[in-house]
């Protein structure tokens, strides 16, 4: 059954429009990757699936879960880098939704959130502050964090951006467990053409309007993917 289906999306700013008469459906598990120049529409099209954007016309529909029980990873600012909070509260955040928001965190809650830092291999890190850790270690508490909020699925917004080759592919590897061990359905937009062409089994090229969504296999081979791509990436 699809997790996501989205018909006919158009999106304008002030009459202008970022996104034109957009399909794709996916499916439980799926792990789709958004890529794109800039400008293309790529957040805009993460803004309106988080509710954060109304569409103009057409819909958005999920089954089997809202937009507050998606788990949202944002693209890292300067401000947030320094953050000056333990990566304990850090991950709490994410978890106002599980302890009923209430004003203090249960230790149950906190236990969720010390599960979610195992997950993501960040357990070590959770009496430290945030804004002392390598940025590798700052992804992985924010990925931590997202997993609070969902067991379903999680949208990450350019979630290896300046990070050095090795934080990359453990990032990348950590993604990956998340969703064929986890069974997380994941979003991930990303400028990385690697990520498409390697773990995410579906792509979806925009350029203001749908260029092409399939598996990652077809698109590779087709002449929009190896267009963008370029042959010497792969
Ligand atoms: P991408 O993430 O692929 O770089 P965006 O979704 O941010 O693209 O932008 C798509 C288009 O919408 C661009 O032309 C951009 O200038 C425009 N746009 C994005 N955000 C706003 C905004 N808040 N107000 C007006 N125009 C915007
Ligand atoms: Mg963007």
Request: with cysteine; aromatic share 6%.
């Amino acid at each position: 059954m699809n997790l996501l289906s989205v018909k006919k999306l158009t999106v304008q700013y002030d009459g202008s429009e970022a996104l034109h008469d957009l399909s794709f459906d996916l499916e439980s598990g799926d792990y789709l990757c958004v890529i794109g120049e800039n400008g293309s529409g790529k957040s805009t099209l993460i803004k309106t699936l988080l509710g954060l954007k109304k569409p103009d016309s057409g819909s958005i529909e999920y089954n089997g879960l809202t937009s507050a029980q998606i788990g949202y990873m944002p693209q890292q600012t300067d401000i947030q880098r320094d953050f000056p909070a333990s990566v304990m509260e850090v991950v709490l955040t994410g978890c106002l939704k599980a302890n009923g928001f209430r004003p203090f965190f249960t230790a149950k809650t906190k236990e969720f959130a010390k599960k979610n830092l195992q997950r993501t291999g960040a357990a070590e890190l959770a009496k430290k502050c945030y804004g002392e850790l390598s940025g590798g270690q700052q992804q992985r508490v924010l990925l931590a964090r997202a997993l609070c909020s969902t067991e379903k699925l999680l949208i990450l917004d350019e979630p290896v951006a300046n990070l050095d080759p090795k934080a990359t592919n453990e990032i990348y590897a950590l993604i990956d467990k998340l969703n064929k061990e986890h069974g997380i359905t994941i979003i991930m937009v990303s400028h990385d053409i690697r990520c498409a062409a390697m773990q995410a089994g579906k792509i979806l090229h925009l350029d203001k309007t749908l260029v092409f969504f399939g598996d990652t296999n077809d698109y590779i081979n087709s002449p929009e993917g190896r267009h963008f791509l370029g042959h010497e990436h792969l």
